[in-house]
């Protein structure tokens, strides 16, 4: 009888040890396919966060580069006008010379026919007033002045409207000279359009700067040119 029942509890034992051992088993594996399953995850969501970076990164690089290239063909475009404003200025000052080159030839003119009309007569006398009324006709200042003056607020906007409006003791000569300063003009070149001389166009800046009311240390020509 005790053989039996030791052979009983032995049986008992071992279904006991088989069951605790099954169930240790499927509970190691439901936490090891729980971690397996969170480790998973957790790379898929590395992985997807790496991709999102990716592509923040390469949105970054796209942005910087359309940044880049927009600042780029801004830049071109500056260059190209700044060119052309070049241009238009070289050619408004060669211009404007040339205008001043024919006032100073038809003036020589009008003053050798002005001889001769006081040693002709009769028809010579007739023909030497017409062609001085031709002369004088082209020698009309407010006529080039007025085409000036439109192609230099061509290049800078409302000048003699702000110049006038801020300095009202500013003559119309005045702003000839002010617009010649502008150009950047030196003093031998604007004494030619102004038919004076160096001279005289250094006492006309003085007299401007005190219609002006500018500081004594002011430069004229940088105040102007700034303007």
Excluded at 131 to 143: F, P, Y
Aim: proline share 1%; net charge positive.
């Amino acid at each position: 009888m005790l053989i039996i029942d030791n052979t009983t509890l032995i049986y008992q034992f071992t279904i006991v040890l088989i069951f605790l051992a099954t169930v240790i088993f499927y509970l190691a594996m439901f936490f090891y396919s729980k971690k397996l399953t969170s480790s998973i995850l957790k790379q898929k969501e590395t992985e997807q966060a790496l991709v999102v970076t990716n592509l923040n990164l390469n949105n970054i690089k796209i942005a910087n580069e359309k940044i880049q290239l927009a600042e780029l063909a801004e830049k071109e475009k500056s260059m190209r006008l700044e060119q052309e404003r070049d241009h238009k200025i070289k050619e408004l000052v060669s211009n404007t010379l040339l205008i001043n080159q024919q006032y100073e030839v038809l003036n020589r003119i009008d003053e050798e026919l002005k001889f001769i009309h006081t040693e002709a007569e009769g028809k010579v006398k007739t023909s030497s007033n017409k062609i001085r009324r031709i002369i004088k006709t082209n020698l009309s200042i407010d006529d080039n002045w007025k085409d000036f003056k439109i192609q230099f607020e061509q290049l800078h906007s409302d000048f003699f409207y702000r110049m006038k409006t801020r300095f009202p003791k500013l003559t119309e000569n005045d702003l000839r000279h002010c617009a010649f300063i502008k150009m950047r003009m030196n003093t031998k070149e604007i004494a030619r359009l102004l038919n004076i001389n160096p001279t005289s166009v250094q006492i006309s800046r003085v007299r401007m700067k005190k219609k002006m009311k500018l500081e004594s240390e002011t430069d004229l020509k940088e105040f102007i040119q700034d303007f």
